[in-house]
């Protein structure tokens, strides 16, 4: 089974300038979810997709941030325009019913 | 508000020499508490759920138990290929479909 794929893995933007993050889900994973990790703090929940529908976006830090999920299949988080403080890890994950949640392995963005 | 921390921030141990991670707690109700292990470069990985007090779980070298403030994650007798990040996390009445993280413990284990 192929696990949670995110890309890119790494990406350095300009301060002002827009960038997509995507996230391919376990198949047949109803349940997505992106959570972020800055430097020197604990992973932090952004939103929850069930299928196509946002379940829970209470985690999103303002509207720069901007997610979507195309036919309950992968989904994408767009930044825009990115500040510095949105340097970090971006984590997504997948379940399906009550399971654990299976990780990615992280979008390190890195904004200049 | 839910807090989760975790203790301590740093661990080293010789290899064979066992030990304990804490996970403590403050949350509004508790709805389960999951372990991860993190490696450099690599999302969490699931390791255990634990729903109530008094549950315990087991995976090769590692024990998880709960209590109703915290919980612990024993290590017998470790390996260097335990060597990562381990995090707990929580879910609660509050936070909704979130998970609420620690900040994890750092595990090295020398051979």
């Known amino acids: 089974e192929a696990g949670v794929t995110q890309f890119p893995s790494h990406s350095v933007i300009e301060k002002g300038q827009t960038v997509t993050l995507r996230c391919d889900p376990i198949s047949g994973h109803d349940n997505l979810y992106w959570y972020r990790r800055v430097m020197g703090k604990e992973i932090k929940f952004l939103l929850h997709f069930v299928k196509e529908s946002k379940q829970d976006e209470s985690g999103m830090p303002n509207n720069r941030f901007l997610a979507e999920r195309t036919g309950g299949t992968y989904s994408t988080l767009k930044v825009q325009p990115a500040e510095l403080e949105d340097s970090g890890v971006y984590f997504c994950?997948?379940?399906?019913?009550?399971?654990?949640?299976?990780f990615g392995s992280g979008t390190r963005l890195t904004v200049v | 508000e839910d807090q989760v921390t975790q203790s301590p921030e740093a661990l080293r141990l010789q290899e064979g020499e066992s030990s304990s991670l804490n996970c403590s707690y403050t949350?509004?109700?508790?709805?389960?508490l999951f372990w991860y292990r993190q490696d450099p470069g690599k999302g969490p990985e699931f390791l255990f759920t634990l729903y109530s007090a008094g549950e315990e779980k087991e995976k090769e070298r590692l024990k998880a138990t709960l209590t109703k403030k915290e919980s612990f994650l024993h290590i017998t007798a470790p390996k260097p290929e335990d060597s990562a990040t381990y995090l707990c996390a929580v879910h609660t009445n509050q936070a909704g479909t979130a998970l609420i993280f620690g900040k994890g413990t750092t595990l090295s284990v020398s051979s």
């Open positions: 949350v509004s109700g508790l709805r389960g």
């Open positions: 994950a997948s379940s399906q019913g009550g399971g654990g949640y299976t």
